[in-house]
């Protein structure tokens, strides 16, 4: 049986949050395919909705309404518990704050999603993912102990080191300084071209975005362009 082309798919999801002045519409109807193994890019202002729409594709928030597919999953009916153990398998997420444990080095943060996938050998894994992203001379440092590059390195490999089937990651260079950000953007996608892992990228960075094959740029909560580059 062959896997589903979609790495992902939206069909018409909207959500509506409540707030003090009524009713607000973050999302407003989006529809989006996206296949595996491409590299997409969700670009828009602040406020147009790309970090709700990401929560919600990733599975992390529930739509108001409409239906998503996660590599052939329909996630829409999912109880809480069925969405972790689906998550745990098939969803990477790096976030622009790292969320990294604290109390955990680098070797343990990478390999925490391994263990909790029933991974034997996962500190043989976590340890190479490191050395991937050039950190194997801190494993055993705490992110306290790390500089902000360094800690996204570090989210980049746990992230990737259970080979998830879709990779999210919101504006993984917007706490960092330019040149830094470049590094970690360089690595992002050399990562994506060494797993072939899908990419959805959210950003408000224009350069960033044009790395990737496709751009989806978001206005007030609704798809304005898609763009698909050569």
């Known amino acids: 049986m062959q ?3 979609a790495a992902i798919r939206l069909d018409d999801v909207r959500l509506t949050l409540a707030s ?3 009713s607000v519409n973050i999302l407003a109807g989006i529809s989006l395919e996206i296949a595996r193994g491409e590299t997409v890019a969700l670009l828009g202002p602040s406020g147009s909705g790309k970090s709700s729409l990401l ?3 990733a599975g992390l ?3 108001t309404s409409g239906r998503i597919s996660v590599s052939g999953t329909d996630l829409t009916n999912l109880g809480e518990d069925a969405l972790a153990r689906f998550r745990r398998g098939a969803i990477g997420i790096v976030f622009q704050s790292f969320h990294l444990i604290p109390t955990m080095t680098a070797l343990e943060n990478v390999a925490v999603p391994l263990e909790l996938s029933g991974a034997k050998d996962a500190f043989e894994r976590a340890r190479a993912e490191l050395d991937s992203v050039g950190l194997s001379a801190r494993v055993d440092h705490y ?4 500089s902000g590059g360094e800690q996204q390195r570090v989210a ?6 259970p080979r998830p089937a879709v990779l999210f990651a919101d504006e993984p260079t917007g706490n960092l300084d330019g040149q830094t950000g470049a590094e970690v953007a360089d690595l992002l996608f050399a990562l994506h071209d060494r797993t072939q892992t899908t990419l959805f990228l959210v950003t408000h960075e224009e350069a960033l975005a044009q790395r990737c094959q496709r751009i989806v740029r978001l206005k007030d909560g609704r798809i304005v362009a898609d763009e698909r580059r050569a």
């Not at 980049?156 to 080191?161: K, M, P, S, V």
């Open 3 to 5: 896997p589903p082309s």
């Open 20 to 22: 003090a002045a009524g």
């Open 156 to 161: 980049l490999a746990r992230a990737i080191a």
């Open 61 to 63: 928030e529930a739509p």
């Open 143 to 146: 992110p306290g102990q790390l």
């Open 55 to 57: 929560m919600v594709a």
